[in-house]
């Protein structure tokens, strides 16, 4: 057996931002230079960042990812990290090939390469381009087909990227008949609750079918409405973790490996890229004692993703500050304390607007949280500019409750407008999906945390960051006492838009709603499949009517300005979060 | 040679209405064989309407289109159509067949039948998948991998579905090595502007290729964000048109061809699905004089092309009237005499909303096109509004003209809530993508006619639908006289948010920004690349920064509340516009 030491560097690229993360990558290279690693690895796009959907069809943003890759690897040889390899993933794109109607401009390549010695050594890209859930790889990309095995101190690295791992066959057996002696995984792979199990049985069922050990490494933070989780893993051939680095942090996972030397002969294959770095075997080793981080709960890490991805937002979009409407509600208080993990509550402005439904427990709880948190707090009541529009406007039911909505989404704008803080919006998942909300009121805003969980959820997450009060967690605000009021978590949950008013008047309860949205809005079943599952038939039926019909906002009226016709022109789908600009000077 | 008389159905179907769509498919075959066609073909996914997106996601879904289907085919016997072969999109699945991660569940088809005799005789599915543009068919389907030859009277017609003629090699080439007489295209293609021409030369090449005559059926209408222009086109194997449909009108194209009959003995293949219906070939006779439509002007495609994508958005949502905000400027102008095309003016309802930065002749301006057109119209002014919000914040530049804007917004949303009207927007092109314009204030609303338009355009199409007063086409409403004020065409742009405002003060002049914009936004063309193709480049830096900074809009602040973080569970993408309803009891 030969010894490795690997260091896979699991850290947070930001969209377009190409020096940038060029300069987390000769940081951390030094980093592992330092602690003596033999190899290191960054994540899938790492120096473009993940996902730049549309920027892969921009020529000059290919050009600029080629330029900056070359770019890296001499800086990383002036810096004396030559003699270190480097595996990094990039954008770059495919000459010659075949050429179909429809293609990505530019033949894009999800790629990664080694840098050693001032140069690029070898360059590759996905074969498998993931198309589902929140991937769009066919759009922006060709697929690749080689496989490069470099040998470092006499062992055989193969790389292969991402969703390669996912599918069978492809460059995981090909890395296996190639005879590896240790397969590394590139990836972006964000975090879905419940993944990370996922993740970890397919790195061991991979490793047990290439027949080596098998290193991944994971991009760490947030990026637009995606939230990568890290979680790098090195698991050895027959599957068993050997160390896994913490979720949500940047982490350089240092791994000592006693793996097969390369054999004398290899047999050929012209889809692998051999190359021969280093061939004399190291001596194994004593390995020195691994990280092996523990996984956070279900509801640490969703917490965790959250404070993560709101940060990140706000940061890599260049805010310092966000502001959002306190009701009195759950949402709106998870939100507050949310913000205040993710950038200090000194950094969160908190508006209390209430209107003559808003009942003074309201107010008070609202007034509460401001108090335990120190969070910046005005309260501006809202009857007078609902008057001066009902001066004008003969106004009912829907339409009438909806005005007050409007009117404090209009504040919430002002104020950003005014001082540059990023609005935060309070909607969960129940309420969106069954369209209780009101368009361009409570649903306004640039970023909202909790529109992806659901009611039940934000009650668990609530009690849960109430039980951290005083814990030493990253992520979360050193908080001395529950950062959530008691009675906020245990009131009955209302819109207060009219006298009155309970969810449960136009809602079914969350405990049976929320389980069966889960169902219909993300598992696809449709009515039959619901009540097979066990869910009440009159049930289903209100909440498929709900959901479809949208009885608050869908139909009355469908969604916003995105709506349009389109044929005359394409258009760009580009990331949100995004630090690249066209070079303004000739290059 | 055999004579065929075929007919194309180019009509407009809904998404998700499978028994309207399949009562048109029953009307339409009905007239076909009133015209005595021997075989009548409708556009790709006819049965579904297209795009259906992740509907074709649910289980319930394909297996309602896939019933809709079979009882379609008795329908038709049972009305006495089971004679006439009737080809037609609908949305199937694949049973067995490879499955990977991330495989679209259930493994839906973008699917093809013929339907005779009251039972469906071949089934087949798209090759190509198209995901470019505005297409995402490798997230919803899986390939199909059958060519269907059926024998029509002695002619051996071979059926491909859209994307597979775009594509070289494939089914089309497969049609001809199997010696096909015609070679029947049934798509779901959606205009763009000069596409039109592209498509003919597309037919041409392919009917060439196959060695073959073309028939290719295209839908008509709009749907969401598309519209589809017809255009259906009979091609002869050289490449010639025969037989040519209107745009954006249903249409039953019927033409004759005389086409070589199918040899005693064909070439066998196991990717082919043969079928004979009726062998004996029907003596060549004299064909009907075909339709030939000549193509509308780039100006009026692209005009008829907003009436319909408004008329259909609103129709097929259950809207019946639409509000709007009617400034005195040429975008609120033009849209406002979309809308009266589209659904009749005495379905139009303009709110005029001056505020303290209104000229007199804007309000003057706007009173004269109610006048013309004849819309409702109301005036309320904001003063009161704006000044409730400004007692309680202090508001400045930016800050202060978004209000005003906003306080518009609340007015058509309140209007559009007590009413139900649809709220139509203004905004252009230019302005959306440099960001001129308020979030939540004028970008607001539920469809925007214009959204994909520039400003220059804009006013080629006002001028060009004051010249067509009096004439008589049919997506036109018949004003007798020029149905916008000539003052309003050549004004100077202004958003009036405060003294003195002009376009020109924020925005490079349009004459200059508007080809830049195009180069940049649909061209995906880099800074040197617009320098290098002559556009000056001090301008190109300034709009490049417009565009990626928005510094009206994306900079101050993020776009809407889409950005969220959604790892926690899949979120469905549906067409908004859908009629099919899960069954409401157990079927």
Chains 1, 2 share one sequence.
Not at 231 to 242: E, F, H, N, Y
Request: glycine share 8%; proline share 7%.
């Amino acid at each position: 057996m030969a010894h490795l030491r690997i260091a896979l560097a699991q850290v947070n690229s930001t969209v377009g931002d190409l020096d940038g993360n060029a300069d987390t990558v000769v940081e951390w290279a030094r980093r592992a230079a330092e602690a003596g690693a033999h190899l290191v690895a960054f994540p899938e796009m790492m120096l473009t960042g993940y996902p730049v959907e549309d920027l892969a069809l921009r020529a000059s943003f290919v050009e600029a990812s080629q330029r900056a890759l070359a770019g890296l690897a001499r800086r990383l040889a002036d810096e004396g990290l030559g003699d270190l390899p480097v595996v990094t993933g990039y954008l770059d794109r495919r000459t010659g090939g075949p050429v179909r109607a429809g293609q990505p401009a530019g033949a894009p390549l999800n790629a990664a390469a080694w840098l050693h010695g001032g140069e690029v050594l070898v360059r590759s890209a996905k074969h498998h381009l993931p198309n589902y859930g929140v991937f769009d790889e066919y759009r922006i990309f060709v697929q690749g087909d080689r496989l490069p095995v470099v040998r470092v101190n006499g062992v055989d690295v193969a790389t292969v990227i991402c969703e390669d791992l996912w599918q069978d066959g492809g460059p995981v057996s090909a890395a296996g008949e190639a005879g590896a002696g240790l397969l590394l995984a590139v990836n972006a792979s964000p975090y879905e609750r419940d993944k990370d199990d996922v993740r970890l049985d397919l790195c061991a069922r991979r490793a047990r079918e290439a027949g080596c050990a098998l290193a991944y490494v994971n991009m760490v933070g947030g990026q637009d409405e995606l939230v990568f989780d890290g979680d790098s893993v090195v698991v050895d051939p027959d599957g068993t973790p050997l160390a896994r680095a913490p979720q949500f942090v940047e982490h350089l996972l240092v791994t000592d490996l006693a793996l097969p030397a390369a054999p004398a002969t290899v047999p050929d294959d012209a889809a692998i890229d051999r190359h021969v770095l280093s061939a004399a075997p190291l001596p194994d080793r004593p390995a020195e004692p691994p990280t092996l981080a523990e996984p956070l709960d279900d509801l640490a890490e969703i917490y965790a993703a959250l404070v993560l991805g709101t940060r990140d937002y706000v940061r890599k979009n260049g805010f310092r500050s966000v502001v959002l409407g306190l009701s009195g509600g759950i949402d709106s208080a998870l939100v507050a304390t949310i913000a205040s993990d993710a950038i200090g509550p000194e950094n969160v402005h908190v508006v209390l607007l209430p209107s003559r439904h808003s009942s003074e427990g309201s107010v008070v709880d609202a007034e509460d949280l401001v108090k335990r948190q120190g969070v910046n707090a005005r309260t501006i009541p809202i009857a007078d500019m609902v008057e001066a529009f009902e001066r004008q406007l003969d106004l009912h039911g829907l339409a009438a409750e909806n005005l007050q909505a409007r009117v404090r989404a209009n504040i919430w704008m002002a104020l950003s407008n005014e001082h540059g803080h990023l609005v935060l919006t309070g909607g969960n998942k129940s309420e969106l999906a069954t369209g209780y909300s009101t368009l361009y009121g409570d649903s306004a805003g640039g970023f909202a945390p909790i529109k992806d969980v659901f009611k039940l959820t934000v009650w668990e997450l609530a009690r849960w960051r109430n039980a951290q009060a005083g814990a030493d967690l990253p992520f979360l605000h050193p908080f001395p006492h529950e950062p959530i009021p008691e009675v906020i978590i245990v009131k009955e949950p209302s819109a207060e838009l009219r006298p009155g008013q309970r969810d449960r008047d136009t809602l079914p309860e969350y405990t049976v709603l929320d389980p069966v949205l889960a169902d219909y809005v993300e598992r696809d079943m449709g009515r039959d499949a619901l009540v097979a599952a066990g869910h009440d038939a009159a049930l289903v039926e209100r909440t498929i009517r709900l959901v479809d019909l949208a009885e608050y906002k869908r139909r009355q009226y469908p969604p916003g300005p995105k709506i349009t016709p389109k044929n005359f022109g394409r258009d760009r789908r580009l990331p949100i979060t995004n630090r690249w600009r066209e070079p303004s000077t000739r290059s």
